[in-house]
């Protein structure tokens, strides 16, 4: 499941975006200082981001964050040309016009995750907050101020590190953590899996980085 924060001041569009990505947990915001504390307080996956909004131009907003690798799909009018080009300069990567079909959206966001999650599966290193996790050498870091400290993990608990770091806030079931790091040949039980990931709790325990406990569900990384 992924994040998406629409920015729109719009109830209607709001509705068709909600229907449109109800596979995910999407988050609204009717105007840019809403926007913003929201960006600042979790991970988004996408932002759904309308250009005329009660206390600015959404363009702003796309400039604040160029650069931090957050996806931007552009709510326009279809007379817009100009708001597109320069959204295009800052690093827009869609643009819907008014109004859009749901299953349009869907479709182009669900492109956007498979192609990320992709790159992701291929990177050499992973940094999630002060951890840098270096996936062909199977080292894992804690970085602080003026030290890079080194964390001893078994091949297990990197593997799992590794499955969680891959998708963050996505929630594992420990049937799927089982398959992704023992393999579906194995005959274990789902007290390992409580096991292994305790165990990579206390390791990560003076990181920013913790495993949660997502009640009858499973485990996910935040």
């Known amino acids: 499941m992924k994040t998406v924060l629409c920015v729109e001041d719009n109830r209607e569009i709001q509705i068709l975006v909600r229907a449109a990505l109800d596979q995910h947990s999407v988050l609204t915001a009717e105007n840019l200082k809403e926007a913003r504390r929201l960006l ?10 309308d250009i005329e909004l009660p206390d600015g131009d959404g363009l702003d907003l796309l400039a604040e ?3 931090q690798g957050i996806p931007v799909f552009v709510l326009t009018g279809k007379t817009e040309i100009s708001k597109k080009v320069i959204a295009f300069s800052l690093g827009a990567d869609d643009f819907l016009s008014k109004p859009f079909d749901p299953l349009e959206l869907r479709a182009r966001a669900n492109a956007k995750f498979k192609k990320l999650d992709q790159a992701t599966e291929h990177q050499s290193v992973l940094k999630i907050r002060n951890l840098t996790i270096e996936v062909e050498k199977q080292r894992v870091y804690l970085s602080n101020v003026g030290s890079r400290d080194p964390i001893a993990l078994t091949s297990l608990e990197f593997r799992l590190l590794l499955a969680f770091a891959r998708s963050p806030e996505r929630v594992f079931s420990r049937q799927i953590l089982l398959d ?6 194995v005959n274990i039980t789902d007290r390992t899996v409580d096991t292994h990931v305790n165990h990579l709790r206390k390791k990560l325990k003076a990181s920013d980085v913790k495993i949660e406990t997502v009640l009858n569900e499973g485990y996910r990384l935040i």
Do not use: H, N, P, S
């Open 40 to 49: 600042k307080g979790q991970r988004v996956d996408l932002l759904v981001l």
């Open 65 to 67: 964050i160029e650069g």
């Open 180 to 185: 992704k790091v023992w393999g579906t040949e």
